[in-house]
């Protein structure tokens, strides 16, 4: 018909190619593979602390590098920084805007960043001299909501934002350093590879991408789900990637297989994916959900080896702490929980 | 105009009725297949619902997060009103009065149990909880919209009030509602305390279109009144629950509550509010923040299939790896990990969470110089170092490694540490490009070397063991700081926030 038609056309052609490319590898799949391993059995984690203080929903949290503290952001315009064994709250920020939907924690935990519907990225020093938290800078030129926001050092933070878009920044001068461009819906999500080489983002526009953060390009694409990728997280060697999203499953792909490994569903499961964190062996996958529960899954055999049951509204947002001792779950419900 | 709602309820369900039987039709059609799927069901664990086409009324094109949840509920709540297929909905008989149309919590619970292949009753409870939440079922005689594995009595939620019809009724809806309960005589109408209260909020709000809302209740009443006396129980049962839902009691969840993340890209943003009730507003109502139109739609300009082309091109003859071998990596990964992850195998030493006992991070403080050597304290600090670079910033992490090696590991270290040869290759050849986990191999060796041989050495030795007893000294004695003390206190110091669990787990 038009230009239009022939180019979607060569487009899907070239889809079809890519994935009959792929099809070639499929020597065996990883539930084949992994036939041999020993089960995992069931998992039970017990809730250790709740944190209470936040006084509406929960949006995010992130765990800090040394395990012990951990950020939260709720739009009761809160940032509250949690000492999580015990339970005291070591900062809370006011927030100018109280519809904040991401936060993070820097790595050197002199920085907390946070942000949402007033489209930027506010980066606070927790370390300020005479005691008290303040903005240090605002990252402001995305034309949407923040949704993800993940610092690489307290000199950089790489976010993601409903104008489709993720960017590089340098904080000190707060200025972009590199754009992302390249998805077809809202931004959701982001992480960080353990190398900090690379980063992947999922987005509503159902892919997942993986980007190369100096060559500033897109190096691979993973499509599979049928609905927005709500989460996304590596696979703590960096050499896969876990999502989740709306059509209430997760997803592996392999970078270097550049295809995906395994689906985690369930029938009886029915809700999205909000939220998800590999334990620090890889072998769980936990998944947070709409249905206020958490599904730990066995990531090698694609099969559910628990549920955590205890708040009770929407599962926000959930972390492993790096060390793996304990893994955090934020809610609608107002509190954090601390599990292992 | 007030006749509408009644009509359109009546419409909406004569429709249901005209469409069931070209949906009969269809599963008859499909019959084939179901059996099928069905005889799968014998001999796999597969679900029956999944083989079927979606009953649903939701629109396919809708993909908004909720609408996809209620399409698959409303699958499954059509199949078990079923005839046949479904639960027995009957008619109760009690004390002076029928109670038409109900099933037991039981009874629902077990069909699920049934028909969704489910083995754990509490799942079965999970599922049927999620679908009374969303007022697809309700107790007859409760405002909090749970399920019970007992023989509480459920009714089925009428299609014109089911939440894919995206009601998002206003306060004048609400207000006429809870207006005409009280005009009617009966026990079972009788305002709980929070509607009470909701009631004489809204008539403050409302003080000057009261004369409205309250002949729009009236005329309600009139109709309902017209209504068979079985049909009006079941009707009212099925409006309470609607408004269970959108005003829900206080304390319980509002489950039409969406994320603001996705409530800007609703089918309709500019959509106008409709009524319950049939009602037309007067006036131009303001929008809530979350429905302003969305900025960007989703692109699909000629730009980016170009930009897409280019980079599928990019794709297809890119190296690729074969699954047998990275699922072989993967699977080592997880093997070599396994036993530190707390998750899967609980570790040593105690959990924090758990245990308040400190002194397992004052083991740390705890060491003199002199039982540093016999207690290879050298591992730990090698370990504590690489921790302390993982966590530097990019620019320094290249230096610190250097110093580490020249600390730890150069031939004639002043604290040299023990690595078999492999690991000292490996890290050797990690360190041509030095990055953050160059020395994760070495760390692993280490942190195993120190749970397996120098750190049970020291919860056995003495010094551990005094120290253990020294905590229970009384105040007095401790004016005499002995050097073990002062070396306590000085590297608490710099350890501070940096837990002993954490310390023994390899990061």
């Keep these: ?15 079809d190619q890519i994935t009959a490319a792929r099809k070639t590898f499929q020597d065996s799949t990883l539930q084949e593979a992994a036939a041999g391993v020993t089960v995992v059995g069931r998992v039970q984690l017990k809730t250790r602390k709740t944190l209470r203080g936040h006084l509406a929903k929960i949006y995010a949290m992130h765990w800090g590098t040394d395990s012990t503290l951990c950020v939260s952001a709720s739009q009761d315009g809160k940032l509250i920084v949690w000492d999580t064994i015990t339970t005291n709250k070591v900062n809370a920020i006011p927030l100018k805007s109280s519809w904040v ?47 993800c926001c993940r610092f690489l050092s307290d000199t950089e933070i790489i976010t993601s934002s409903g104008d489709c878009t993720c960017v590089l920044w340098d904080i000190e001068t707060g200025t972009q350093k590199t754009v992302f461009a390249g998805h077809q819906g809202d931004a959701m999500s982001l992480g960080v590879s353990p190398d900090f080489k690379y980063f992947i983002s999922g987005a509503c526009d159902f892919t997942a991408k993986l980007w190369d953060i100096r060559e500033a390009e897109c190096r691979q694409t993973f499509g599979g789900h049928e609905s927005d990728i709500n989460a996304i997280g590596f696979f703590p060697n ?103 | 105009m007030a006749e509408a709602p009644q009509q359109q309820q009546q419409q909406q369900e004569e429709e249901e009725e005209e469409e069931q039987p070209s949906s009969v039709e269809e599963t008859e059609a499909d019959e084939e297949s179901e059996e099928e799927a069905k005889e799968s069901v014998h001999t796999t664990p597969t679900r029956p619902l999944l083989s079927m086409r979606s009953m649903s009324t939701v629109d396919p094109d809708d993909d908004s997060p909720n609408m996809i949840v209620y399409r698959k509920i409303e699958d499954i709540v ?76 459920y009714r089925f939620q009428a299609p014109y009030f089911w939440p894919s019809n995206c009601w998002e009724p206003e306060n004048t809806d609400y207000a006429i509602y809870l207006c005409k309960r009280t005009m009617q005589n009966k026990t079972r109408l009788e305002l709980a305390d929070y509607e009470a209260e909701n009631l004489a909020r809204l008539q403050r709000a409302f003080a000057r279109k009261w004369e409205f809302i309250y002949m729009q209740a009236e005329a309600q009443v009139k109709i309902d009144r017209k209504k068979d006396k079985t049909e009006r129980k079941i009707l009212d049962s099925q409006e309470r629950a609607f408004w269970d839902v959108h005003r829900p009691v206080p304390g319980c969840v509002n489950t039409t509550e969406m994320d603001i993340r996705k409530c800007r890209r609703m089918k309709n943003p500019l959509r106008v509010k409709k009524s319950v009730y049939g009602l037309v507003e007067e006036g131009t109502q303001s929008q809530s923040p979350i429905h302003t139109p969305s900025h960007h739609c989703r692109k699909g300009t000629k730009e980016d299939v170009e930009k897409e082309i280019l980079f599928l091109n990019t794709q297809i003859d890119r190296h690729r790896m074969k699954m047998s071998k990275v699922a072989e990596s993967l699977i080592s990964y997880t093997d070599q990990y396994m036993d530190y992850d707390q998750f899967v195998t609980a570790q040593e030493p105690a959990n924090p969470w758990t245990s308040d006992d400190p002194s397992l991070w004052e083991l740390e403080a705890s060491k003199e110089p002199s039982q540093q050597r016999s207690f290879s304290s050298e591992n730990l600090r090698f370990w504590l170092a690489v921790q302390d670079m993982k966590r530097r910033p990019q620019q320094d992490v290249a230096q610190r490694a250097e110093d580490i090696w020249a600390e730890f590991l150069a031939e004639g270290a002043p604290s040299s540490i023990n690595l078999d040869s492999h690991s000292y290759e490996r890290t050797s050849q990690n360190l041509k490009d030095p990055g953050r986990y160059s020395y994760e191999d070495a760390q692993d060796h280490i942190y195993k070397l120190m749970k397996s041989d120098s750190y049970t050495r020291f919860l056995r030795s003495n010094v551990y063991q005094d120290l253990l007893t020294a905590k229970k000294k009384p105040e007095t004695e401790q004016g005499r700081r002995t050097s073990l003390e002062k070396f306590t206190r000085s590297v608490g110091k710099s350890l501070t926030g940096k837990r002993l669990t954490g310390l023994m787990q390899s990061s």
């Design chain 1, 1 to 15: 018909m038009g230009e239009m038609e022939e180019l979607r056309k060569e487009m899907e052609n070239l889809k």
């Design chain 1, 101 to 147: 939907m991401t936060c993070a924690y820097a790595p050197s935990g002199n920085l907390v960043a946070c942000g949402g519907l007033d489209n930027m990225c506010s980066i606070y020093n927790l370390k300020g001299k005479d005691g008290n938290v303040k903005v240090m800078r605002e990252l402001a030129a995305h034309t949407g909501y923040l949704s």
């Design chain 1, 238 to 340: 960096g050499n896969a990637v876990i999502t989740g999203s709306d059509d209430a499953t997760c997803k592996l792909y392999d970078l270097r297989a550049d295809q995906e490994l395994l689906t985690y569903q369930d029938s009886s499961i029915m809700c999205g994916v909000t939220s998800l964190a590999p334990s620090k062996s890889g072998r769980l996958l936990l998944a947070g959900h709409d249905d206020f529960n958490v599904n730990i899954w066995d990531m090698l055999k694609a099969e559910r080896v628990g549920v955590l049951a205890g708040h009770d509204n929407r599962v926000s947002c959930i972390g492993v702490s790096s060390d793996g001792m304990a893994c955090c779950t934020g809610s609608w419900d107002s509190f954090l929980k601390i599990w292992n």
């Design chain 2, 78 to 153: 059509t199949l078990i009103q079923d005839e046949e297929e479904g639960v027995p909905i009957r008619t109760v008989k009690s004390f002076m009065t029928k109670i038409p149309s109900v099933v037991t919590g039981t009874d629902i619970v077990q069909w699920l149990m049934k028909n969704l292949a489910i083995e754990d009753p509490a799942e079965a409870m999970h599922i049927g909880s999620l679908i009374a939440a969303q007022g697809y079922f309700f107790p007859i005689s409760d405002h909090v919209l749970s399920l019970k594995d007992d023989g509480t009595f």
